[in-house]
Every structure is written in structure tokens, then in C-alpha cells.
């Protein structure tokens, strides 16, 4: 793989969805999670192909350390402890897939899955009492967390997989920030080793990474904005919306 130039030979417009999708970052670790499905598109369109996951990878790391400071007090750790190690397993998997199959178009795969949980947990909001006690049981727990370790190491695609598994919980709002700001930055930080292993993070990627933090951190704080104003019914609503929207988008492109 030719190392590309020290900043991308982008267009006006392009690096302005890049800006756009920097933003999109933040707004997704301390706000809405299903808004991940907008940097994931936009840093694939800029980025063909695998490399996008490494190009990325810092940026995202950098929004979840800013979610960490901003909600640390409201992780529930049992949650993060019990989906971390399986998670760890998907992320290997998805390694040793991209190693293998580099070519294997995995946005289908993942869109089918995000679906078929969103789906479930439809169904389960509409018949409270149906499999109420499987979302706490430690195999759930297992099973959303290795789904959760393949889908962010090939796609960086797990955010709508920990939205429906922290959903299907039940957790506060700021509850479901804060543990999924310590679960993503924990496993964004064990993916490193992976992604400088396929060639995907490298010093050129890291000035472009630098550039956008400050767009990163202001939506980070608009993120949190929109939590504190907005309902929880409302927001368990638009998580089950946005992940149904990312598993359509996966699916059909």
C-alpha cells in the first residue's frame, strides 16, 4: 500500500463533508449514537475501501475520551465488563477476516443484523413482558458484544449494535452515554494495535486527524447539549430510529 500524500488532495466540497462528519463524531459520542452512521458514510465515501477504519480510528478515540470526561460519573460498569471481552474476540475475528477477505463486503452483513436486533427490540416494546429477562442475561451480553467487536474493527460500524444492547437494558440517557463512552474508548483503544498492523494508521493520516479535532470537540459539547433537552422517550425513540435508518443505508449501498 503506496502511503498517501501528507494531507488528502481533497476538493472545497470534500473537505467539507470531512469537517461535517469530524462533527458528526462528537455529536454521536456524547449525544446520539446512531448519528455514527454519518461519519461512517462520509469517512467511507473520502476514504474507499478498508483504510477508512484506520483513517478514522484516532478521531473516534479522541471523541471518546471527551465523552469520558463529560458523562464518567454515569457508566455502568457491569455493562461494560460483561460485553468488553467478548468484544475483544470480534475484534480479533474482524482482523483476521480483513486479513483474509479483504475484499468481503460486510456493510450487508452488519445492516442485516442492526435490522433483525432493531426489530426484536420493537417487538419487545410492544410486548413488554416477551423474553423481558434475555437483554440481562450474560450470554445476550456475550453475543451483542462480539457482534459489537467484528462490526467496529471492519466498519467501525458497532455504534448502532451497543444503542440497541444499551436500549434493550434499559438504561437512563446519561447512563447509556457514559457506558458506552468508557465501551468504545476501551475497545478503540485495544484496535490500535490492529489497524497499524494492516497499514491503515499512518503519520499522513494522523495530521489529517489533527486538524479536525476542534470540530470533534465542538460536537461533543453539542451532544451533550442535545441530551440534557431531550425527553427519554424521545430518546430511546430516535436510537431505535437512527439504528433502523443505519441498517437500511448498510444493506442497500
Same mark, same amino acid.
Given at each position: 500500500?503506496?502511503?498517501?500524500?501528507?494531507?488528502?488532495?481533497?476538493?472545497?466540497?470534500?473537505?467539507?463533508?470531512?469537517?461535517?462528519?469530524?462533527?458528526?463524531?462528537?455529536?454521536?459520542?456524547?449525544?446520539?449514537?446512531?448519528?455514527?452512521?454519518?461519519?461512517?458514510? !462520509?469517512?467511507?465515501?473520502?476514504?474507499?475501501?478498508?483504510?477508512?477504519?484506520?483513517?478514522?480510528?484516532?478521531?473516534?478515540?479522541?471523541?471518546?475520551?471527551?465523552?469520558?470526561?463529560?458523562?464518567?460519573?454515569?457508566?455502568?460498569? &457491569?455493562?461494560?465488563?460483561?460485553?468488553?471481552? &467478548?468484544?475483544?474476540?470480534?475484534?480479533?475475528?474482524?482482523?483476521?477476516?480483513?486479513?483474509?477477505?479483504?475484499?468481503?463486503?460486510?456493510? /450487508?452483513?452488519?445492516?442485516?443484523?442492526?435490522?433483525?436486533?432493531?426489530?426484536?427490540?420493537? +417487538?419487545?416494546?410492544?410486548? &413488554?413482558?416477551?423474553?423481558?429477562?434475555?437483554?440481562?442475561?450474560?450470554?445476550?451480553?456475550?453475543?451483542?458484544?462480539?457482534?459489537?467487536?467484528?462490526?467496529?474493527?471492519?466498519?467501525?460500524?458497532?455504534?448502532?449494535?451497543?444503542? !440497541?444492547?444499551?436500549?434493550?437494558?434499559?438504561?437512563?440517557?446519561?447512563?447509556?452515554?457514559?457506558?458506552?463512552?468508557?465501551?468504545?474508548?476501551?475497545?478503540?483503544? +485495544?484496535?490500535?494495535?490492529?489497524?497499524?498492523?494492516?497499514?491503515?494508521?499512518?503519520?499522513?493520516?494522523?495530521?489529517?486527524?489533527? !486538524?479536525?479535532?476542534?470540530?470533534?470537540?465542538?460536537?461533543?459539547?453539542?451532544?451533550? $447539549? +442535545?441530551?440534557?433537552?431531550? /425527553?427519554?422517550?424521545?430518546?430511546?425513540?430516535?436510537?431505535?430510529?437512527? $439504528?433502523? $435508518?443505519?441498517?437500511?443505508?448498510?444493506?442497500?449501498?
Amino acid at each position: 500500500m503506496n502511503p498517501p500524500a501528507v494531507l488528502p488532495d481533497f476538493t472545497a466540497w470534500e473537505w467539507a463533508l470531512a469537517a461535517l462528519a469530524a462533527l458528526g463524531i462528537g455529536i454521536s459520542k456524547s449525544g446520539l449514537p446512531g448519528v455514527s452512521l454519518l461519519h461512517v458514510v !462520509l469517512f467511507a465515501h473520502l476514504f474507499p475501501g478498508l483504510r477508512s477504519t484506520g483513517v478514522v480510528l484516532p478521531m473516534l478515540i479522541v471523541g471518546d475520551l471527551g465523552a469520558v470526561l463529560l458523562f464518567r460519573r454515569h457508566a455502568r460498569w &457491569p455493562y461494560v465488563l460483561k460485553t468488553l471481552p &467478548p468484544a475483544l474476540v470480534g475484534v480479533a475475528l474482524g482482523w483476521l477476516t480483513m486479513r483474509t477477505w479483504p475484499t468481503l463486503a460486510w456493510n /450487508p452483513i452488519i445492516g442485516a443484523i442492526v435490522l433483525l436486533l432493531a426489530l426484536l427490540q420493537l +417487538l419487545r416494546n410492544s410486548k &413488554p413482558n416477551l423474553l423481558a429477562q434475555v437483554p440481562h442475561s450474560h450470554a445476550f451480553a456475550w453475543l451483542m458484544g462480539l457482534i459489537a467487536g467484528i462490526t467496529t474493527m471492519v466498519a467501525n460500524a458497532a455504534g448502532p449494535v451497543m444503542a !440497541l444492547y444499551l436500549l434493550a437494558v434499559a438504561l437512563p440517557k446519561d447512563a447509556f452515554v457514559g457506558t458506552a463512552a468508557w465501551f468504545f474508548l476501551l475497545i478503540n483503544l +485495544l484496535k490500535v494495535p490492529f489497524s497499524l498492523q494492516l497499514g491503515f494508521i499512518l503519520p499522513q493520516t494522523l495530521l489529517f486527524n489533527l !486538524l479536525l479535532v476542534p470540530l470533534i470537540v465542538a460536537g461533543l459539547f453539542a451532544g451533550r $447539549a +442535545l441530551v440534557t433537552r431531550i /425527553p427519554q422517550k424521545t430518546f430511546d425513540t430516535l436510537i431505535l430510529l437512527f $439504528a433502523i $435508518a443505519a441498517s437500511i443505508k448498510l444493506i442497500a449501498f
